[in-house]
């Protein structure tokens, strides 16, 4: 079954394309929007590499995308950009019952849940990992090597997304992750919530527990900030460091003094990730 792909907005960008497109999908059981950047290289038909872009708490598809500041590197690398939203949406999808930010709506965590009433709905993580590359694939001038980043809960989902899954990612990095989901109070609410309240269930979708028996050992490259309100109770860095240690699996973490968890911080390093990730992309 071929998937229509609904035009939403389109803006010219260091000679490349910003667009954003609406489609149904079938594994969220909703109408989706997501962004993509296609650089100035797309106009030669490709193949492109392709980084996704896993946004935290509060997103759409739309922070990353106006915020970040990617699209002049990306341009120059020749590297397509794809930001998904950050849960599935619309009537019909449940929402928290207090309509809390760190949960329901704009927090589908990357996950696949089980617990009624989101599993219907809340599965993340096939998206993000199956449909939408799929998607991404067969309409746009892409090839099949990708990379995967992401900001905080969309750095714990690009990190648990490569973890999971050797050989689909040529390369992972992620803004200030929440590296440790099992034991900060944002991950207790939604693996509970989403998963169940055995917490044997919820190791699946924890950077560090995957870390410890992952069959490739992708280099990690980190960016968090020390002046980050989140640091200390929601994101963990030292655990996964730790369980990285003990692993022996290769990762980088870059402390950065004086930046916190917002855009701000994202935009002073993204540069650098995005090298990172050509760099990945375009090895033989
Ligand atoms: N209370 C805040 C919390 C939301 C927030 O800080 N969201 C971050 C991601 S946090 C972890 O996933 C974010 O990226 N916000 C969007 C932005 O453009 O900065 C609130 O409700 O705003």
């Known amino acids: 079954m071929t998937t229509a792909l609904e035009l939403v907005a389109a803006n010219k960008s260091f000679g490349g394309w910003h667009k954003r497109y609406r489609h149904r999908s079938q594994v969220l059981g909703c109408d989706m929007v997501f962004a993509i950047y296609l ?7 490709g193949p492109l590499p392709v ?12 922070n990353f995308m106006q915020k970040a500041g990617a699209q002049r590197l990306a341009a120059e690398l020749g590297l397509v950009i794809v930001a998904p939203d950050t849960s599935p949406r619309g009537d019909g999808v449940p929402d928290d019952p207090e309509g809390a930010y760190d949960f329901g709506l704009g927090a589908g965590f990357y996950v696949n849940a089980t617990e009624q ?5 809340y599965r993340m993580y096939d998206y993000v990992v199956s449909e939408l590359p799929a998607l991404i694939e067969a309409n746009f001038p892409v090839s099949d090597r990708r990379a995967i980043s992401g ?5 714990h989902g690009a990190l648990i997304c490569a973890l999971k899954n050797p050989g689909r990612y040529q390369s992972v990095s992620a803004f200030a992750p929440i590296s440790n989901p099992s034991n900060c109070p944002w991950g207790h609410k939604a693996l509970g919530n989403y998963l169940g ?10 950077a ?4 410890a028996t992952a069959e490739q ?9 020390e002046d980050d309100s989140f640091l200390v109770e929601q994101l963990k860095p030292e655990a996964l460091v730790l369980a990285a240690s003990k692993a022996g699996h290769p990762l980088t973490l870059r402390r950065q003094p004086g930046y916190d968890h ?15 990730h050509a760099r990945a992309l375009t090895d033989a």
């Not at 650089?39 to 038909?45: E, F, L």
């Not at 560090?208 to 870390?211: N, Q, Y």
């Open 117 to 121: 009433p989101w599993a219907r709905h």
């Open 197 to 206: 309240a055995d917490r044997e269930a919820w190791k699946a979708w924890d």
């Open 39 to 45: 650089p100035p290289q797309a106009d030669q038909g």
């Open 217 to 225: 050992q992708l280099p990690l490259l980190i960016d968090q900030g």
């Open 51 to 62: 980084l996704y872009w896993l946004s935290g708490l509060t997103c759409t598809d739309e």
């Open 151 to 155: 900001h905080s809960m969309g750095g």
């Open 262 to 276: 917002s855009y701000y911080f994202i935009a002073s390093f993204i540069d650098d990730h995005l090298s990172h």
């Open 208 to 211: 560090c527990e995957l870390i």
